[in-house]
Structure formats: structure tokens, C-alpha cells
């Protein structure tokens, strides 16, 4: 969910800052390292890599560090209906199975096909050499992608006995192969398979159709947490009785998810259709599960569903449910208003059809601390009754054509991120100085055409802020110590104040002109 990724990033993105032995990776090797951190003693212990164009001498030259953190990919050009040839070296390295002090692990393959003109996409796959990961037994997260998974490599897998998440994303595993063994992993509680839509091609254009093996989700009853993207396999709560957490996504014709109704430990749920085809037929299924058994459900997600009004009588029935992602879902007629009932919701995402219906049903909702609509509606302005949910602490109106925000924006005193992107706003108004908690601010892409708002300058917890691809914005960059990320267009009339020693904030060099006047707040 976009609502989560950005909260995360709110919590933990930082610039990349090279120090101690990260200032001293060899200079030809800096733009394929986008990440590298260091322990206390100043030495790297963490590194993600894209391999867009590394020879192998390269790759284990930056492998010869102890690392305990490495994300390593190799990156192609999206292809047709073959791999592209990679210009430096294409191969999972061996020196990835020499780094026994590794606690996390990730190996992505990245070659997306697309070998027609409309909508389909297959992804390269390459095979994992054996005992590269026989070794690394301190690891706790492994995620492999881009891999045809063999025998060998699930065997490897089984003898880790720290790991606690296995994810296989864009790979292919065959329903031949014996996962069995994947049981004796004591200490394993979240599973990931996440397939692409339309298969796999490995470099001699061999093809294989996306599967997720009955045999792998079942093998082991520890399972907490389980993602199945294409061919979700049915499941018991005999096959897995620990299990909370459960997203799939399937395509094709219309499936039986009633299985779900035995999970009642299940505190979120996530059920997504992925539609093809021109017509709206195609693009929207229902769903046969009984909801209203899951007592425990704290958040739940569906995309692509057809809300009807028994399906959302059900889902007012649960009391414990906290958080609600709606994403592409179509309701019947008049059922949006019943959204009104769920009174314990604290997030609401929305990326469907906003609907007076749908209004009708939110602006009872006072208890929301984090609220998304976005999906290019005709709102004009911020509707009212957002304005007093003055317990809101995450606003995101992206995409909703929204030409003004009212002076009522003063109300929402606990805002901590406010992303009102791509919307047609004018002019800043002065009363967002009442939102002195905000840590994140983006105004990019509008209209605005307007003065900067210096007072943001007096704003102790304003991290990042964002106002490029307007008309024009006028006077003087913001100087804010405690901005970490901030962007503008070169075309702006802007200037730096004189005392200004340093803008950290800038992502970029721009061409701003020095103020002739010296006045920073």
C-alpha cells in the first residue's frame, strides 16, 4: 500500500551519507552502489547493488566486505520477448555464499518482457548456482527473484535454521519439486510467493507458466504470514493454524475464497483481482467468503472487488477493524454510505470512483488519524468535512483536481504529512502555518504561482518538502535546518539569502542567484 511505504519512508529514509570505508569504494564502482552503511567502527556492513553494466572482477571486489545486509541485483533494460544481452556480468555471483555473517538477503534478476503491444508481461528468470546460499546460516530474511528454483537451491534454504522470511518474487518454482523439507524451519513465519501475470523465459527462451506449489504454502504450520500473487492455492487452518496475516491476488474467472472464513486469528486480510480486457466485466469479481466470521480482522484490503451491499454489511460487523484499503473496488448502488459504520476505522485509503455516496459515509468517521482519496476526481476544493477530523495526522488528496485549500486547513493541527501532488492549487495559503507538526509537505505539480512560504522556516519538524513542476514561486529558498530532502524548478524566481552557508536539503545543483537582501528567518 502506497499509505505504508511513505510512512515507512517518514520513519527511516535518510540521504545516503558515504563514510569511513564507504568514502573509500573505488569511484568507478559509486554509481552501482545505492545504498552502503557501516557499523560503529566505521566499517561497511551493508550494501544494495544494481548491476546495470558490472564486470565479475567488479562484483567481488564490492562482495570482499563483511557483510551482514546486501541487496544485489542485476539490472536490464526491459526486453521484448527475449532477454537482452547484459553488458557486464549476468551471473548470481558465487562470492554471495562466502558472506556467512549475512542476516539478510536479496538476489533479484530483474529482466521484465513485454512481447506484445497491449497488456501482458513475463519476467527473465536465471538459475541459482548450488551452495551459494548452503553456508549462510545467520540468515533471518532471504528474498530471491528472477531465479528458476531448483532442488538443489530448496534443499540449501532448508538448512538455514535462523531464517524467519523466505519471499520468492518474478521466480519460477515447479510443482515437481519436493518442498518438504521447507518444514524444518523452526524459526520461519512469513512466506512470500509473488508471481508475474504472464510467466517466465529463461535466456534460451524456454517458457514457463507462473505457479505457486500446494506442497511450499503448506510445508511448514509456523507460517504467520503468507502473500500468493496468481494461482492462490486454498488452504485449511489444519494446513496452517498460526497463520494472521494472508494477501492474494489472482486473475481469470471468478474463485471460491470461503476457505478464508476458518481463519479467525486473522488480523489482516488482502484480496486483489487483477482484471484484463477492454470491457468493465473483466475488471471487477466478487467475493464468496463470509467476512463477518473474522472477528480478529484489524485491516483489510481489496482491489478490483465488487463491494455489494451483503459484502459490506459483513464487513461492518467487524468491530476490531482498524484499517481499510480500497483500490480500484466498484460499489453497488447506495452502499458506500454505509461506510459511515465502521466508527473504529483510524486508515482509510481510497483509489476508486469517489462518489457523494462514498462522502456521505466518510465524513462520519472522526476517529481517522491517516485518510487517502486519490484517483483523479473532480473535487475542486478539500471537501469540509475533512477539516474536522482534527485528529488526522496523515492527509493524502493526490490526483483530485483540487484548485484551492480553505482556511479551515488551520483545523488539522496534528497534521504530520500532508500530500496534495498533482491538483491544480493556486496559492499557498498563509494558514498552513497553524500545521506546526508537519514533518512531510508536497505540493509538486499544481499551479501554483505564488510567493514561498517562509514561515516554513519555523517548522522544528519539517523534514521534506516538495514544490517542483509549478508555474513559478517567488522569493527566497526555504533554509529550514531540519529539511532533509526539498526540490523546486530552476525556472522559479528564487534566490539563496546571503547567510545561508549551505542548503543540505537541495537534491540538486540549481541555479539560484543570491539574494540582495539578507534576511533568513
Given at each position: 500500500?502506497?499509505?505504508?511505504k511513505?510512512?515507512?519512508?517518514?520513519?527511516?529514509?535518510?540521504?545516503?551519507?558515504l563514510?569511513?570505508?564507504?568514502?573509500?569504494i573505488?569511484?568507478?564502482?559509486?554509481?552501482?552502489?545505492?545504498?552502503?552503511?557501516?557499523?560503529?567502527?566505521?566499517?561497511?556492513?551493508?550494501?544494495?547493488?544494481?548491476?546495470?553494466?558490472?564486470?565479475e572482477s567488479?562484483?567481488?571486489?564490492?562482495?570482499s566486505y563483511?557483510?551482514?545486509?546486501?541487496?544485489?541485483t542485476?539490472?536490464?533494460?526491459?526486453?521484448?520477448?527475449s532477454i537482452?544481452?547484459?553488458?557486464?556480468?549476468e551471473?548470481?555471483p558465487?562470492?554471495?555464499?562466502k558472506l556467512?555473517?549475512?542476516?539478510?538477503?536479496?538476489?533479484y534478476?530483474?529482466?521484465?518482457l513485454h512481447?506484445?503491444?497491449?497488456?501482458?508481461?513475463?519476467?527473465?528468470?536465471?538459475?541459482?548456482?548450488?551452495?551459494?546460499?548452503k553456508?549462510?546460516?545467520?540468515?533471518?530474511?532471504?528474498?530471491?527473484?528472477?531465479?528458476?528454483?531448483?532442488?538443489?537451491?530448496?534443499n540449501?534454504?532448508?538448512?538455514?535454521?535462523?531464517?524467519?522470511?523466505?519471499?520468492?518474487?518474478?521466480?519460477y518454482?515447479?510443482?515437481?519439486?519436493?518442498?518438504e523439507?521447507?518444514?524444518?524451519?523452526?524459526?520461519?513465519n512469513?512466506?512470500?510467493?509473488?508471481?508475474?501475470?504472464?510467466?517466465?523465459?529463461?535466456?534460451d527462451n524456454?517458457f514457463y507458466?507462473?505457479?505457486?506449489?500446494?506442497?511450499?504454502v503448506?510445508?511448514?504450520?509456523?507460517?504467520?504470514?503468507?502473500?500468493?500473487?496468481?494461482q492462490?492455492?486454498?488452504?485449511s487452518?489444519k494446513?496452517?493454524?498460526?497463520?494472521?496475516?494472508?494477501?492474494?491476488t489472482?486473475?481469470?474467472?471468478?474463485?471460491?475464497?470461503?476457505?478464508?472464513e476458518?481463519?479467525?486469528?486473522?488480523?489482516?486480510l488482502?484480496?486483489?483481482?487483477?482484471?484484463?480486457g477492454?470491457?468493465?466485466?473483466?475488471?471487477y469479481?466478487?467475493?464468496?467468503?463470509?467476512?463477518?466470521?473474522?472477528?480478529?480482522?484489524?485491516?483489510?484490503?481489496?482491489?478490483?472487488?465488487t463491494?455489494t451491499?451483503e459484502?459490506?454489511?459483513?464487513i461492518?460487523?467487524?468491530?476490531?477493524?482498524?484499517?481499510?484499503?480500497?483500490t480500484?473496488?466498484?460499489?453497488s448502488e447506495?452502499?458506500?454510505?454505509?461506510l459511515?459504520?465502521?466508527?473504529?476505522?483510524?486508515?482509510?485509503?481510497?483509489n476508486?470512483?469517489?462518489?457523494?455516496d462514498?462522502?456521505?459515509?466518510?465524513k462520519?468517521?472522526?476517529?481517522?488519524r491517516?485518510l487517502?482519496?486519490?484517483?483523479?476526481?473532480?473535487?475542486d476544493?478539500?471537501?469540509?468535512?475533512?477539516?474536522?477530523?482534527k485528529d488526522?495526522?496523515?492527509?493524502d488528496?493526490?490526483?483530485c483536481?483540487?484548485?484551492?485549500?480553505?482556511?479551515?486547513?488551520?483545523n488539522?493541527?496534528?497534521?504530520?504529512?500532508?500530500?496534495?501532488?498533482e491538483n491544480?492549487?493556486i496559492?499557498?495559503?498563509?494558514?498552513l502555518?497553524?500545521?506546526k507538526?508537519?514533518?512531510?509537505?508536497?505540493?509538486?505539480?499544481?499551479?501554483?504561482?505564488?510567493?514561498?512560504?517562509?514561515?516554513?522556516?519555523?517548522?522544528?519538524n519539517l523534514?521534506y518538502?516538495?514544490?517542483?513542476?509549478?508555474?513559478?514561486?517567488?522569493?527566497?529558498v526555504?533554509?529550514n535546518?531540519?529539511?532533509l530532502?526539498?526540490?523546486?524548478?530552476?525556472?522559479y524566481?528564487?534566490?539563496i539569502?546571503?547567510?545561508?552557508?549551505?542548503?543540505?536539503?537541495?537534491?540538486?545543483?540549481?541555479?539560484?542567484?543570491?539574494?540582495d537582501?539578507?534576511?533568513?528567518?
Amino acid at each position: 500500500m502506497k499509505l505504508n511505504k511513505i510512512l515507512n519512508l517518514l520513519l527511516i529514509s535518510i540521504p545516503l551519507v558515504l563514510s569511513s570505508e564507504c568514502d573509500n569504494i573505488d569511484t568507478s564502482l559509486l554509481e552501482s552502489v545505492t545504498k552502503c552503511t557501516t557499523n560503529d567502527e566505521g566499517k561497511i556492513n551493508g550494501l544494495t547493488i544494481k548491476n546495470s553494466d558490472l564486470t565479475e572482477s567488479q562484483v567481488n571486489k564490492l562482495l570482499s566486505y563483511d557483510l551482514t545486509s546486501l541487496s544485489y541485483t542485476v539490472n536490464f533494460e526491459s526486453g521484448d520477448s527475449s532477454i537482452p544481452p547484459h553488458p557486464g556480468y549476468e551471473e548470481i555471483p558465487a562470492a554471495i555464499g562466502k558472506l556467512k555473517n549475512l542476516e539478510s538477503l536479496e538476489i533479484y534478476y530483474d529482466c521484465r518482457l513485454h512481447p506484445c503491444a497491449s497488456d501482458c508481461a513475463l519476467s527473465g528468470i536465471i538459475n541459482l548456482g548450488n551452495n551459494i546460499l548452503k553456508d549462510l546460516t545467520n540468515l533471518k530474511t532471504l528474498s530471491i527473484g528472477g531465479i528458476k528454483v531448483s532442488q538443489d537451491n530448496i534443499n540449501e534454504i532448508s538448512n538455514l535454521k535462523n531464517l524467519e522470511t523466505l519471499i520468492f518474487l518474478y521466480s519460477y518454482l515447479d510443482d515437481s519439486l519436493n518442498y518438504e523439507s521447507i518444514g524444518n524451519l523452526n524459526k520461519l513465519n512469513k512466506l512470500e510467493v509473488n508471481n508475474i501475470i504472464d510467466g517466465y523465459k529463461m535466456r534460451d527462451n524456454t517458457f514457463y507458466s507462473n505457479t505457486v506449489p500446494e506442497s511450499l504454502v503448506k510445508s511448514n504450520k509456523g507460517i504467520k504470514e503468507l502473500t500468493m500473487t496468481f494461482q492462490p492455492v486454498a488452504i485449511s487452518n489444519k494446513d496452517l493454524p498460526n497463520l494472521e496475516k494472508l494477501k492474494f491476488t489472482w486473475s481469470g474467472g471468478e474463485i471460491d475464497t470461503s476457505y478464508i472464513e476458518q481463519f479467525e486469528n486473522l488480523t489482516d486480510l488482502d484480496i486483489s483481482f487483477r482484471g484484463r480486457g477492454i470491457s468493465e466485466e473483466y475488471h471487477y469479481r466478487e467475493i464468496n467468503a463470509d467476512l463477518s466470521k473474522l472477528k480478529n480482522l484489524k485491516s483489510l484490503g481489496l482491489k478490483s472487488i465488487t463491494v455489494t451491499n451483503e459484502l459490506m454489511n459483513k464487513i461492518t460487523t467487524l468491530s476490531n477493524l482498524e484499517s481499510l484499503y480500497l483500490t480500484g473496488v466498484r460499489f453497488s448502488e447506495g452502499v458506500a454510505t454505509e461506510l459511515k459504520n465502521l466508527k473504529k476505522l483510524t486508515t482509510l485509503y481510497i483509489n476508486s470512483n469517489y462518489s457523494k455516496d462514498m462522502e456521505n459515509g466518510i465524513k462520519y468517521l472522526t476517529n481517522l488519524r491517516n485518510l487517502t482519496i486519490t484517483y483523479k476526481y473532480l473535487m475542486d476544493s478539500i471537501p469540509e468535512y475533512i477539516y474536522t477530523f482534527k485528529d488526522l495526522e496523515y492527509l493524502d488528496l493526490s490526483y483530485c483536481n483540487i484548485k484551492e485549500i480553505g482556511e479551515e486547513i488551520s483545523n488539522l493541527v496534528n497534521l504530520k504529512y500532508l500530500d496534495l501532488t498533482e491538483n491544480n492549487i493556486i496559492t499557498i495559503p498563509p494558514e498552513l502555518n497553524s500545521l506546526k507538526k508537519l514533518e512531510y509537505l508536497n505540493l509538486s505539480s499544481n499551479r501554483i504561482n505564488c510567493d514561498s512560504p517562509d514561515f516554513l522556516n519555523n517548522f522544528e519538524n519539517l523534514k521534506y518538502f516538495y514544490i517542483d513542476g509549478n508555474i513559478n514561486v517567488k522569493g527566497r529558498v526555504l533554509t529550514n535546518k531540519n529539511l532533509l530532502e526539498c526540490t523546486y524548478d530552476d525556472s522559479y524566481n528564487l534566490c539563496i539569502p546571503k547567510s545561508a552557508k549551505e542548503i543540505k536539503c537541495l537534491s540538486h545543483e540549481l541555479n539560484f542567484k543570491i539574494c540582495d537582501y539578507d534576511d533568513v528567518n
